[in-house]
């Protein structure tokens, strides 16, 4: 008996958008089983119509307007879904705080004032 292994969207469509948790993955090239408790990525965890929606945007490279087009909708249902998504998404920080030394280090050197490198370390303004 061959199992047909089972895609996002059917996964997606079965949890109803609910929370779950994958507990075992199996490599496709060698069998190979790994069992554990793996949170899916937050974009596996849209709506199959958001995961949709998202993709479409990516490949319009964030164009709203071609993004008008493709669904025939308007600038703010696009916007307002959009927004709708985003809240949905934990940020990802790309620009973490420079460490504590490289702000000191700056300081002595007399590349940042003191209220500077207290803001940077998070002490205020």
Not at 24 to 51: K, T, Y
């Amino acid at each position: 008996m061959t199992e047909r292994a089972m895609d996002w969207q059917e996964l997606t469509n079965l949890t109803r958008g609910k929370p779950f948790v994958v507990e075992r993955v199996r490599l496709a090239d060698n069998g190979v089983a790994i069992e554990g408790g793996f949170e899916p990525p937050q974009l596996a965890q849209l709506s199959v119509e958001d995961q949709v929606f998202v993709t479409a945007f990516v490949r319009c490279h964030g164009s709203i307007k071609e993004m008008e087009r493709i669904f025939g909708v308007s600038y703010p249902t696009i916007k307002s879904r959009l927004n709708r998504i985003s809240q949905k998404l934990d940020f990802v920080e790309t620009d973490p705080a420079p460490p504590r030394a490289e702000v000191i280090d700056r300081l002595r050197r007399g590349e940042i004032t003191a209220q500077q490198a207290l803001a940077e370390l998070g002490g205020g303004a």
